[in-house]
């Protein structure tokens, strides 16, 4: 009911007769008459402002899942995020600009890139980061294209420690590109590295930091394995961790990627996040997405600009190596704001916080009958529990008790049934003892 | 004194850039240049939890020893840093954003409410569906919608994009013809006027692009198409009005010599704007639609993205779509991926906040609201080429639709105005550029779309700044003067690499490999 | 073009404005002038009340003939000129602000979301008490909170503004003196460096203004204050530190003679942010002191306000103060009205919703911030004034508390550049101007204060512009250059009056009467 | 907790030394150490943001009166504020703002203003209209004041239709400036107008547009009877009425104040709202406030400044007829752009709407048995009944089934107990059936 348009019926007069036209169905002579829809649309007319308000908390009141409090992670993470963040990364000329095309007019949105990029080089230990692709997943496929295209190769090894949802990810992609994805088993909660039986060397490892049991992997030994038969090393890190871990990078990864939404944007029911990519400069001509870099305008002032466009689909095309246009710049100012938000001292702490929730849930969850540790690998901030009855039921049973329990692990993959519990900052010690006094409960 | 100035003139300790609003035109330090060791904006919540050292948390081996520089700054600091960065930034909030293709449409407030509700934005996306029942009966709601307005059966929604749209449509029609059996189809055909990402996606599908040449009419040469036609193509892909914002008159033939030969039809949404309501992919023949929810559906492009681009499709077609989809069952909704999917194409529900703008966007538009769009977005575009058909080539010079493709070729012939110059010009007299060299097959082009919300009288604004421009040649070559920063150098951009804050402080010569 | 050429130029139909954003720098229309005969933004909510039309429901005679003009703008177009004007606008936000008196310190975001919680926003201010019992325990926990800052018994929160206050504590003044019975007091004692609100608010009070004046240390003249007291007196107003940014060292003397003659002593509290923490007025002896909660409790001011004044009183006053208040009982908060209350002094309770925002300040500040506070402001507009000191005159030149006075006066007689000169070229230098004319007693004077929220590297870049402005006078003349407009003719504006749009158009000679 | 601050250790130290000083206590040498506070504030340490977010997040959770229906006015109306006119009138330029003392830097704001200025000018039907005052009882006690000061009389006449709590505002201010406030009661809900006995002619005649009761007033006969003794006529305003009556301007008034709330400003526990103020020509140089008005800049572009400041506390001192300087400028923002949303045919829309609906809740009310209209004068959004039981203990009983039934009317003033219920354009049908059935029993 609100017309978004601003036409009055004088006004559309008027631009018609400049047209030559008599009436609005012959803007539309091209058109042939049997493609025209005869009457308009099968939906209902528009409704008002407050009628769509009332419309969507009626929906939005149907997830009293959002109500829950969170031990769910999975790649997604109940973070605290400030009021300076939410207001700064929603001002409006963020939000409504375009991709910046015309820097003279996009300063704002282009330093925000390139500080963006800084941050995640410096979470990456690596030498250079992109503008942002749509999540994590995403990101993983882009690395595992560019590794192919780097060493000419098929075969990518893939970690199982790579979230499940991921990997899946990763298949369907590889039905277009033919990549030939070679799964490496866990043992005790990390990859197990023996080179595949198969002679074809890869392009690259694909290994997660943490991976989805939550266990810390050993990076190193996954890189000089991957650099051993000059393949690449692509590490999917989570940038929490980069506040307590050694950087991938400077462990020997070539390319990092990662899920963003752990700074500064809500758990959003799974998007839009944003998914980070860096890799080191040798890579620089093949990193899929868009490269903001600093120039000079033409009184010399400091500017920012898009830059190496050659490598988009835009300019290359066929012979591009992604088809990455939208992006999820919004997103990224966020995580860029967040993160000074946080600060040096903030990040470490953080990720300290979580890991000492993570350690005192894991600690209070363990010494309950039945529970018990599906890996003995060490956690930072989730963990892998095996349970006395099936997940699921007890994500369940701890809804109704106004806890999201965890996330069920893939079936099968792992001998028993087991969850993955993930503690934040947000989570305080009287939250972690009721939900335990809970998970009692939902596993007797 | 700028700011790089500044940077080298600060010998002492602490941050180096200073803070001053962009009233005075200078530019902004980055957040790096107003660091200042123990400086600090964060606090955390009191949980009680005890404050076990990281040694014993973690394995020595993998600490680092130095805790990861990030940033020192206030609160105060930050907010003041991005505000005046906001300021640097053109946006459809500011001002005409006639971006060719983009649709670069006022997005109406009420969408960031309904996206913001805590009901929305705090669920994990793992929530078990019994707790999620509103989120999964609107997504079922916006996927059954997007189907009544491309006339198509079911649809995706976790394409977060319209590339990531492209070639989810390429991976079903590649699981599709798998199923059909015969000999591989390895060709996919597409206009020469087409968008790079329709022929990077193709790649990307394990496809091999045939180019098919447009005809005098700006649209697709269809006695070339029918000689591109075997039972090597797997399909076309056409976005139509095309990206000369003309309507492929011909479709109900291309689609007819298409499915002759066994190939599928790929409408590439980004022009759906035009014909909301008058027409729709599915009726003409397309059997795979995706759609740009941040053009056509009210979702604010964010600077370059996040956007979301379903993929809606015919009946043939519906069980080969990605999944989990939301299914209605007796006791409510759940997830369910289709029998033949192709598989996940997103990690979870695509991006969801996003659909949540695009579904309000579309109760408040309504049926009726929808064809308003379409008929003013042709409408004010239709105008604004008749107030400038004089003054600029252009060179398909019939009624177009939602975009009209401009030209500077004569002018740049009689007075050296090329099309770049159009755009900055713009920018100083206070409008975003058009969208510039696209279509290839257009020389010195400026595709113009002025979009449903603008006004006549904004029209007018720009069809005047636009006829200065043309009048005054000479002033092309300083512009922009008016903006945050003048003529950037791109160029320089390109050859000395500086990706980062930290590859500033590098040796140059480290910079590129 | 202007939008006043534009306004002229248009002859025909429809809005008189275009809508174009500052980075071309051009003035912006009025909502007027972008209006559209049958344009609009407004829907409403489907009811379903029966539409009985006008005519039915209200006696004809009262019914106007025509809709009134408003304005007809689609949404869009708001959303572009409001945008766009807020581009015009100087802010905390975005620069330094050392308004002298007024404490532009940063606000911190927090405080916003706490002020927009539909718990506090969507309350009746009629809600029984019973239904509010969250907001009855967060007021009675501000004035507790802020009686122990300022060392007072109890407070009143009603006043919307300091002003405000000054008139409901001199109507307390009143009202104390009036049950003491005697004869009635009629003056009240103020420094002659006091801000303009004290001296209307005395008159509002129905008393008489006695000037005291200052000592050559730019305190009160104990002296002159002797012979001004006497038991005509019914008390004295002061802030302190004063507004040359000075502590009264002889506050206790001041007490005690004032109250020697049985007159009372007004705190106004505009500089309490220098003393936080630190010491209290009611400690110094004050009967009665307002708060601006806008300056020292980071309620942003909005451009001008909302603000919040509360008044907190000694003991002995507490009887008389404004009413309702909350009070605790045994079945929770209730509202009470003192037994000797002066009356209401806001229809309401106050501008509730920036008592919420003070109140989660102190909340996150706590004690050990709050008096940070005053350590950081006291130490910036020291170290800013040591900076400064050899290049403007700073009249009283001794250890200042939050703000310091200095002055021009020399650098005028040696080349011309008076206080407005250094204010209009440092808003071209990007930051906001320093208070002018301000305390009257100095000549061109510049009342600095930094507040406690700018970092270093803000004063140091303040610093070099003051300097640079004082070494370049001929610069002057011609500032502001980079600002939205030019240097403003405030004497046309008052010569010509045209307080609205609509006197725009009307003729000239009808304006002032 | 969050150091609001930026001062790092070092820095601080460097600052002292730059200032002569050894520590941050000789910073406060002038203060006499008997007046210091010894240790610090009596009051605990700062929280944390996420700690003070869940401590004002309790206290709004115990605010359940925020939930109900709204069916109160008294002044404060339950109107919608659509998301346009709440992100806009937030934008961070208006909100952290000064005062538009260099209007070099604060066009924004000043314009804002003067289309404000012109909107409340048209809603009063007068030539002028001020920057903002504090609410609707501030902006009656300046208009009382200014007639004072026109007149150089002292008396005032106040008729009792003006809302309880404006007038109790009145006269605590009046024990200041001591004008004679004489009271004019209502006969059957209408100001009843004679000449009081006592001879002295008024200053001003003050009368409510709706009143308190919801009744329409004869606005004329009241500018009459004030001219007829050389008096001005001021009218406390509802501007919603403006949609569909004729304004006070043209029927004689001299001033109009009113409450803003109405338009842009949810009803946020009484304020901050905006006290509207309007006048005619003749008093704009008594005008209480700041003014802005219309100029151009030293190129001759068109620009906005405050003006006739002379009027103003900061300049005319102990002279000033008002010692406002802190106003309510971010409220008349939203006051202004939420009537632009409006617009035309949006203010029209609007009244008519609260007409209809007050109308159908009306009607429904006086059916249950026992209910009985207080008086019979035509209302426009807002009525009083008559109640068989105390109206506190209706709205108590209302409460619990969810709905805010109104004001109870001032004690004693009507002869009977009343309670004023207001209906906007907020009010569904589904909502008054709903409120009408639990009246019912309410009643009983
Ligand atoms: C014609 C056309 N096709 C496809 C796309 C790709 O869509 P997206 O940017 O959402 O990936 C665009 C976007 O610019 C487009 O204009
Ligand atoms: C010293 C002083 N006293 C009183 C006031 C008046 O306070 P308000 O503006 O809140 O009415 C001010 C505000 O500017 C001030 O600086």
């Known amino acids: 009911m609100p017309d978004f348009t601003p036409h009055t019926d004088e006004e559309i007069e008027q631009m018609l007769a400049a047209c030559g036209l008599s009436g609005t169905e012959e803007l539309f002579t091209a058109i042939p008459e049997a493609l025209r829809l005869a009457g308009g649309l099968d939906m209902a007319d528009g409704l008002s402002e407050p009628d769509v308000v009332v419309e969507t908390q009626r929906l939005a009141a149907r997830n009293p899942g959002a109500d829950l409090i969170c031990f769910a992670g999975g790649g ?369 | 004194m700028t700011a790089d100035d500044q940077t080298r003139a600060n010998g002492g300790m602490g941050a180096t850039g200073r803070s001053i609003p962009l009233m005075g035109r200078d530019s902004e330090p980055t957040i790096f240049e107003l660091s200042a060791p123990g400086r600090r904006a964060a606090s955390f919540r009191t949980t009680d939890v005890p404050e076990w050292p990281a040694e014993d948390l973690l394995p020595a081996g993998l600490l680092r020893e130095e805790p990861l520089d990030i940033a020192e700054v206030s609160e105060r600091d930050l907010v003041g840093h991005v505000t005046r960065l906001s300021h640097r930034q053109y946006s459809v909030d500011l001002g005409a954003y006639p971006l060719g293709s983009c649709t670069m449409k006022y997005n109406p407030k009420l969408c960031d409410d309904a996206a913001s509700l805590p009901g929305f934005t705090n669920a994990h996306p793992a929530t078990p569906e019994g707790w999620t029942q509103g989120w999964l009966e609107l997504l079922a709601d916006l996927d059954a919608r997007l189907c009544a307005i491309t006339g198509m059966a079911a649809a995706t929604l976790q394409p977060p994009a319209g590339a990531a749209g492209e070639l989810t449509g390429l991976l079903l029609m590649r699981a599709w013809h798998a199923e059909q059996g015969g000999r591989e189809r390895t060709k996919i055909v597409i206009p020469d006027s087409a968008h790079g990402t329709n022929p990077a996606s193709v790649t990307l599908g394990g496809y091999e692009t045939v180019t098919v040449p447009s005809d005098d009419r700006g649209c697709v040469d269809l006695g070339a198409l029918r000689e591109r036609l075997d039972d090597d193509v797997a399909g076309i892909m056409l976005t139509n009005p095309n990206t000369l914002g003309l309507f492929e008159e011909d479709i109900a033939e291309i689609a007819a010599a298409t499915h002759e030969v066994g190939g599928l039809l790929y409408y590439d949404g980004a022009n759906l704007n035009a014909i909301l309501g008058v027409t729709r992919p599915g009726d003409m023949g397309f059997d795979i639609v995706h759609m740009n929810l941040h053009k056509t559906f009210a979702v604010p492009h964010g600077g370059g993205g996040p956007g979301a681009g379903p993929v809606a499709v015919g009946r043939r077609l519906v069980d080969f779509l990605p999944g989990p989809r939301p299914v209605r069952g007796d006791s409510g909704w759940s997830w369910q991926t289709p029998p033949k999917s192709i598989g996940r194409v997103h990690s979870w529900h695509g991006n969801a906040l996003a659909l949540v703008r695009a579904y309000s966007y579309i109760l408040a538009s309504g049926g009726d609201g929808l064809q308003r769009v379409a008929e003013r977005a042709v409408l004010n575009a239709n105008w604004l080429r008749h107030r400038l058909r004089g003054v600029y080539d252009v060179p398909f010079d019939r009624p177009n639709m939602h975009e009209f493709v401009a030209s500077t070729g004569s002018l740049k012939r009689s007075s050296g105005l090329r099309a770049v110059d159009v755009a900055k010009r713009l920018l100083e007299e206070g409008f975003h550029a058009p969208t510039t060299y696209f279509p290839l097959i257009v020389e010195e082009a400026l595709m113009i779309e002025p979009t449903e919300t603008e006004s006549l009288q904004t029209l007018e604004a720009l069809a005047s700044a636009l006829e200065r421009i043309a009048a005054s040649p000479e002033d092309a070559a300083a512009a922009p003067r008016t903006t945050p920063v003048g003529r950037v150098d791109e160029a320089r951009a390109a050859r000395r690499l500086v990706p980062t804050f930290d590859a500033r402080a590098a040796d140059e010569s480290d910079r590129l490999s």
């Open chain 1, 76 to 444: 997604v993470y109940d973070h605290e995020v400030p009021a300076a963040v939410r207001r700064l990364g929603f001002r409006s000329e963020f939000v409504t600009a375009y991709t910046p095309y015309q820097p003279e007019v996009a300063q704002g949105v282009l330093q925000m890139l390139f500080e963006y990029q800084t941050l995640v080089a410096r979470l990456a230990g690596l030498a250079v980061a992109n503008a942002s692709l749509y999540d994590g997943a995403s990101a993983l496929v882009e690395a595992a294209n560019l590794s192919v295209a780097a060493t000419g190769r098929k075969t990518v090894w893939v970690s199982e420690g790579i979230h499940p949802t991921w990997r899946s990810v990763l298949r369907t992609f590889a039905q277009g590109t033919g990549h030939d994805l070679k799964p490496i088993a866990l043992r005790d909660g990390v990859t197990d590295w023996p080179i595949p039986a198969d002679g074809n060397p890869p392009a690259a490892v694909l290994v997660a930091q943490p991976n989805h049991l939550g266990c810390l992997e050993d990076v190193k030994t996954a890189a000089d394995l991957a650099h051993g038969v000059d393949g690449l090393c692509v590490v999917a890190a989570d940038p929490v961790s980069a506040g307590l871990l050694r950087s991938p990078g400077e462990l020997g990864a070539d390319v990092v990627v990662g899920e963003g939404q752990t700074f500064g944007t809500p758990m959003s029911f799974g998007g839009p996040f944003v998914g980070l990519f860096a890799s080191s400069l040798a890579q620089v001509r093949r990193l899929p997405g868009r490269l903001v870099g600093e120039t000079v305008d033409n009184e010399g002032r400091r500017a920012y600009v898009t830059t190496l466009r050659a490598r988009e689909q835009d300019i290359r095309r066929e012979k591009a190596s992604s088809n990455v246009c939208t992006n999820q710049t919004l997103i990224a100012v966020a995580f860029a704001i967040q993160l000074s938000w946080l600060g040096t001292a903030g990040l470490r702490e953080l990720a300290l916080r979580c890991a000492r929730g993570t350690r005192y849930c894991r600690e209070a969850l363990l010494a309950i009958d039945g529970v018990e540790p599906l890996v003995s690998a060490p956690t930072l901030r989730e963990f892998s529990l095996a349970l006395p009855v099936p997940p699921e039921t007890v994500v369940e049973r701890l809804a109704e008790e106004g806890f999201l329990a965890g996330v069920p692990l893939e079936p099968g993959l792992h001998q028993r049934e087991g969850l993955a519990v993930a503690v934040t900052e947000r989570r305080t010690r009287a939250e972690i003892d009721a939900f335990t006094a809970s998970f009692e409960k939902a596993v007797r």
